[in-house]
T-cell receptor, first 113, second 113 residues
Framework: GQQLNQSPQSMFIQEGEDVSMNCTSS?????WLWYKQDPGEGPVLLIA?????ELTSNGRLTAQFGITRKDSFLNISASIPSDVGIYFC?????????????FGQGTILTVHP | KAGVTQTPRYLIKTRGQQVTLSCSPI?????VSWYQQTPGQGLQFLFE???????NKGNFPGRFSGRQFSNSRSEMNVSTLELGDSALYLC????????????FGSGTQLSVL
């Protein structure tokens, strides 16, 4: 089946640093979504991207939909301790993929004060 | 506006038993999707319901089934439980169109002993 390769798998950074993570796919996606999950909770939607080349911000978060439609990246600027968690990329292959997102493996982010 | 509500939060069952999980979507959302999350396989799509009809299905055995009621609430059933069914089961709701943003509940943590 379709796979999303998300990297890096984990990151250990100092508070105030910027963070970058990305997802790549062997096939085209029509929509890219980025989620954050805290332990024992469900994923929380951060950003949604719908068009190739689209760049969208949500506070300190910025995400882009790659021009080839096979990749996306997420940047977090000036990280703070509450940014700790697991970040997932997810994509819709389109067509009749109702409700069916393909998820990356996740990036575990640790922020040291 | 209340978010997606899943009950119960935790369940412990033994092999061979069956289990029913419940999900109440965000008010106005008519689509409900179910996902299984495990450390090894990540987030995997189970199925999606819209207006009481299953529109999409993932690659899970027939022991996994679901249904949706006229008020958009959904239930998921797993029969003849196996140890490998231990996972966090997540429900997500959306308006129901293609490429819609999914909003997740906190999940039901199922442990099969």
């Amino acid at each position: 089946g379709q796979q999303l390769n998300q990297s890096p798998q984990s990151m250990f950074i100092q508070e105030g640093e910027d963070v970058s993570m990305n997802c790549t796919s062997s096939s085209i996606f029509n929509t890219w979504l980025w989620y954050k999950q805290d332990p024992g909770e469900g994923p929380v939607l951060l950003i949604a991207l719908y068009k190739a080349g689209e760049l969208t911000s949500n506070g300190r978060l910025t995400a882009q939909f790659g021009i080839t439609r096979k990749d996306s990246f997420l940047n977090i600027s000036a990280s703070i301790p509450s940014d700790v968690g697991i970040y997932f990329c997810a994509g819709y292959a389109g067509g009749t993929s109702y409700g069916k997102l393909t998820f990356g493996q996740g990036t575990i982010l640790t922020v040291h004060p | 506006k209340a978010g997606v509500t899943q009950t119960p939060r935790y369940l412990i069952k033994t092999r061979g038993q069956q289990v029913t999980l419940s999900c109440s979507p965000i008010s106005g959302h008519r689509s409900v999707s179910w996902y299984q999350q495990t450390p090894g396989q990540g987030l995997q799509f189970l199925f999606e319901y819209f207006s009481e009809t299953q529109r999409n299905k993932g690659n899970f055995p027939g022991r996994f089934s679901g249904r949706q009621f006229s008020n958009s609430r959904s239930e998921m059933n797993v029969s003849t439980l196996e140890l490998g069914d231990s996972a966090l089961y997540l429900c997500a709701s959306s308006l129901g169109g293609t490429n819609e943003k999914l909003f997740f509940g906190s999940g039901t943590q199922l442990s099969v002993l």
